[in-house]
């Protein structure tokens, strides 16, 4: 997959990588990263020697059909690995548990700590739990990375993606060792995920939104809807005004062939 899926995406967009020195040759280490695009889970693997496993929604694996297992074996060749997400509690609990199990197997680990995509752009509140209790149970350190440009690639609507340079920095390695067997206390959890973000926001140069993305995705839903009632009452307004006005009009035309007529 490296050479034919990372082949053709540094051939097509040539994307710029910085600090790649800081990517250990081997054992394990966390790549905790901002989460633009879809695409962010190839690009970053595609300028990297060595595999990196994300981990994705099980329905990408359990599809029935042919275009289902094609979907399986893409998602497997480029590292994603399974998790079950019905519950957000056994979600996160088998995230975490996935994630030390690639780790103890001296693998790079991917994670992205906003929990989904940015919605604008912006850079929001990493989740507590996830990456710091995977940090914390393993020991291993934790890189920031910053992808740069990659929402631009493909704007959701967009088909035919635009062919341009993406970046990625990739920060030094972040230690946790002084919070070692910590990892359930949530003081702790806050104070290792926010440390990781202010790497990736220096990194990346976004603005920063002290608020979780998925909230943020529910707001603008929200407006959206709000938007679209306004809108069609604001239409049915306007066609019960122009009926009211084309019957007021019909009313004074016959009432002006009475008037011609006479009694």
Same mark, same amino acid.
């Given at each position: 997959m490296? +050479?034919?899926?990372?082949? =053709?995406?540094?051939l097509?967009?040539?994307p710029w990588?910085? *600090? /790649?020195e800081?990517?250990?040759a081997?054992?394990p @280490?966390i790549?905790? =990263? ?6 962010d889970s190839?690009f %970053? ?5 060595r595999?990196?496993t994300?981990?994705?929604k099980?329905e $990408?694996?359990?599809t029935?059909? +042919?275009?289902?297992?094609?979907? @399986?074996a893409?998602?497997k *060749?480029v590292g994603q690995?399974p ?16 994630g030390?199990?690639v780790l ?7 994670? $992205?700590?906003?929990?989904?995509? =940015? ?6 509140? *990493? ?8 940090? %914390?149970?393993?020991?291993?350190? +934790?890189?920031?990375v910053?992808?740069?440009d990659?929402e631009k ?6 088909? #035919?993606?635009?062919?341009m340079r993406?970046?990625?920095r990739?920060g030094?390695p972040?230690?946790f060792?002084r919070y070692?067997? #910590?990892?359930?206390?949530r003081?702790? %959890?806050? &104070?290792v995920?926010?440390?990781? #973000?202010y790497e990736? #926001?220096? %990194? =990346?140069?976004q603005? $920063?939104?002290d608020m $979780? &993305? ?7 839903a929200?407006?959206?809807?709000a938007?679209?009632?306004a809108?069609?009452a604001?239409?049915?307004? /306007? &066609? ?10 019909q009313?004074?035309?016959e009432? &002006? ?7």
């Amino acid at each position: 997959m490296k +050479v034919t899926i990372g082949g =053709s995406l540094k051939l097509a967009f040539r994307p710029w990588v910085e *600090g /790649l020195e800081h990517i250990p040759a081997d054992g394990p @280490a966390i790549l905790a =990263s901002n989460h633009l695009s879809f695409s962010d889970s190839f690009f %970053l693997p595609a300028v990297l020697d060595r595999k990196v496993t994300f981990i994705a929604k099980a329905e $990408y694996f359990n599809t029935p059909g +042919v275009k289902g297992r094609l979907t @399986a074996a893409f998602f497997k *060749g480029v590292g994603q690995l399974p998790v079950d997400r019905s519950g957000a509690r056994g979600a996160g609990e088998a995230a975490i548990k996935s994630g030390i199990e690639v780790l103890e197997r001296g693998e790079l680990f991917g994670i $992205y700590p906003e929990g989904t995509r =940015s919605p604008d752009g912006r850079l929001y509140r *990493g989740k507590p739990g996830g990456l710091a209790r995977v940090a %914390l149970a393993t020991g291993a350190p +934790v890189l920031p990375v910053a992808m740069i440009d990659t929402e631009k690639i493909q704007p959701p609507g967009q088909v #035919m993606p635009k062919l341009m340079r993406p970046g990625i920095r990739i920060g030094k390695p972040l230690d946790f060792a002084r919070y070692q067997g #910590m990892e359930h206390d949530r003081f702790v %959890l806050r &104070a290792v995920t926010d440390e990781v #973000m202010y790497e990736i #926001m220096k %990194l =990346s140069g976004q603005e $920063y939104v002290d608020m $979780y &993305a998925t909230a943020m995705k529910r707001q603008l839903a929200e407006a959206a809807k709000a938007e679209k009632e306004a809108a069609k009452a604001a239409r049915a307004a /306007l &066609a019960q005004a122009e009926k009211e006005q084309a019957e007021k009009e019909q009313a004074e035309k016959e009432q &002006a062939a009475k008037d011609r007529t006479g009694p």
